[in-house]
């Protein structure tokens, strides 16, 4: 049995008025401590997609991106690159584009993400709106036998 700790954060999802379902996710990366600990931390992958049922809807950028940390002791503000993806069909016949900003070096506090997104469809007509999510942290704790980590559990 390993002992695994997971620095995460709470994840987003939200319905919005250009008709795609927008989500996102701070994922910490998993290192090995010792055989019989892992912990997953800093640098966090930052995961934006957005999924819709429009087969017109082509592509999916993300503008005006920024993450500051809402702890009073700690000042964090950083600006993060403008982004773009395509929309692919998934195996749900749903159509999802996802965006991943790699390698933020942030301390585990509670944060908020604000951006602006716009989603374009095959003739160029795009829908655009401003969002803002937290993430709170959250510390899990938990035990993984041999048979789970060779299953992905």
């Not at 929309?87 to 509670?110: G, N, Q, W």
């Not at 007509?125 to 937290?134: D, G, I, N, P, T």
């Given at each position: 049995?390993k002992?695994?700790?997971?620095y995460a954060?709470?994840e987003?999802?939200?319905?919005?008025?250009?008709?795609?379902?927008?989500?996102?996710?701070?994922?910490?990366?998993t290192k090995t401590?010792?055989?019989n600990?892992?912990v997953?931390?800093?640098?966090?992958?930052l995961?934006v997609?957005?999924?819709?049922n429009?087969p017109?809807?082509?592509?999916?950028?993300?503008s005006?991106?920024?993450?500051?940390?809402?702890?009073?002791e700690?000042?964090v503000d950083?600006?993060?690159?403008d982004?773009?993806?395509?929309f692919k069909?998934?195996?749900?016949?749903?159509?999802?584009a996802?965006i991943v900003?790699?390698?933020?070096?942030?301390e585990?506090?509670?944060y908020?993400?604000?951006?602006s997104?716009?989603v374009?469809?095959?003739?160029g007509?795009?829908?655009?709106?401003?969002?803002?999510?937290?993430?709170?942290k959250?510390?899990?704790?938990?035990?993984v036998s041999a048979?789970?980590?060779?299953?992905?559990?």
């Amino acid at each position: 049995m390993k002992n695994h700790k997971d620095y995460a954060y709470s994840e987003f999802q939200n319905e919005t008025q250009c008709e795609v379902v927008i989500n996102s996710h701070l994922r910490g990366t998993t290192k090995t401590i010792d055989n019989n600990n892992t912990v997953s931390e800093s640098p966090y992958d930052l995961l934006v997609w957005a999924t819709s049922n429009h087969p017109e809807f082509k592509e999916f950028q993300v503008s005006a991106v920024e993450l500051k940390g809402t702890n009073k002791e700690t000042e964090v503000d950083l600006k993060l690159p403008d982004s773009k993806a395509y929309f692919k069909e998934t195996k749900s016949e749903d159509r999802k584009a996802s965006i991943v900003i790699p390698k933020l070096d942030i301390e585990h506090i509670d944060y908020e993400l604000s951006f602006s997104y716009s989603v374009i469809s095959e003739g160029g007509k795009a829908c655009s709106e401003k969002l803002s999510v937290k993430f709170n942290k959250q510390l899990n704790e938990k035990k993984v036998s041999a048979w789970d980590a060779l299953m992905g559990i």
